[in-house]
C-alpha cells in the first residue's frame, strides 16, 4: 500500500491568484497522477507527473494552466495558476507501485474560487 | 475514449440486505476495472480490481464481476452495514482511469 499526504485539504481563493497543492507519498513509487474532480462529476485525469521531466498532460489540460513538478520518486506539485470560479474542484493526486495496477489516492484538496 | 456509466446514481437500502451496484463501460478493450470508495474528505480507497483476463475478484462481503464482451461490471455487497454508506466509483483502465459519476450508497440502519 502507499500513504499520500495531500496539503493543503482545502483553501479558498481569489480570482487570478495561483495556488500549488503538494502530495507526498511515504514510499517510492513509479507513477504519479493529478486528477480533478469538478462538483456533481466524475474524476478526470489532468496529467501524469513524470520524474525529472516534464508531464504528460491530457486532452484539454495544459502546462501553463497546470504547470506539475516531480523533483523525486516519492513527490510531486500541482499548481492551479490564474484561477477562476470554473476551477473549483476537488484535485486529488494517485500513485502506483511497481508491480501493482492498484492505485491509491491522497484525501484530495477542496478549492474554491471566489 | 471510454466512457464509463454507473447506475444508479444513488441508493438506500435496510441494513442487512444484499445490493449490487453496475458499471458500464464503452471500450472492451479495458486493461483493468476496479472498484472505489469514496467518502467525503478522505479521498478514494481501492476496494477491488480485476485484471482483463479474469472474470471476478472477492474480498470479504465484497464481490465484483467483469464481463468485457457486455461491457458490464458489477460489484455485489453482502449483508450491508452502515458503514458500506459512501460513493462508490468504477473506474476502467491501467494508468489512465477513465471513472465513472458514482453510486452514492446509503445502508439505514
Known amino acids: 500500500s502507499a500513504v499520500i499526504s495531500q496539503k493543503p485539504s482545502r483553501d479558498i481563493c481569489q480570482r487570478g491568484t495561483s495556488l500549488t497543492i503538494q502530495c507526498q507519498v511515504d514510499s517510492q513509487v513509479t507513477m504519479m497522477f493529478w486528477y480533478r474532480q469538478q462538483p456533481g462529476q466524475s474524476l478526470t485525469l489532468i496529467a501524469t507527473a513524470n520524474q525529472g521531466s516534464e508531464a504528460t498532460y491530457e486532452s484539454g489540460f495544459v502546462i501553463d494552466k497546470f504547470p506539475i513538478s516531480r523533483p523525486n520518486l516519492t513527490f510531486s506539485t500541482l499548481t492551479v495558476s490564474n484561477m477562476s470560479p470554473e476551477d473549483s474542484s476537488i484535485y486529488l493526486c494517485?500513485?502506483?507501485?511497481?508491480?501493482?495496477?492498484?492505485?491509491?489516492f491522497g484525501a484530495g484538496t477542496r478549492l474554491s474560487v471566489l | 475514449k471510454q466512457e464509463v456509466t454507473q447506475i444508479p446514481a444513488a441508493l438506500s437500502v435496510p441494513e442487512g440486505e444484499n445490493l449490487v451496484l453496475n458499471c458500464s463501460f464503452t471500450?472492451?478493450?479495458?486493461?483493468?476495472l476496479q472498484w472505489f470508495r469514496q467518502d467525503p474528505g478522505k479521498g478514494l480507497t481501492s476496494l477491488l480490481l480485476?485484471?482483463?483476463?479474469?472474470r471476478e475478484q472477492t474480498s470479504g462481503r465484497l464481490n465484483a464481476s467483469l464481463d468485457k464482451s457486455s461491457g458490464r461490471s458489477t460489484l455485489y455487497i453482502a449483508a450491508s452495514q452502515p458503514g458500506d454508506s459512501a460513493t462508490y466509483l468504477c473506474a476502467a483502465g491501467a494508468n489512465n482511469l477513465f471513472f465513472g459519476t458514482g453510486t452514492r450508497l446509503t445502508v439505514i440502519p
Open positions: 494517485s500513485v502506483l507501485k511497481g508491480g501493482s495496477y492498484i492505485q491509491y
Open positions: 480485476i485484471q482483463s483476463s479474469q
Open positions: 471500450d472492451s478493450a479495458i486493461y483493468n
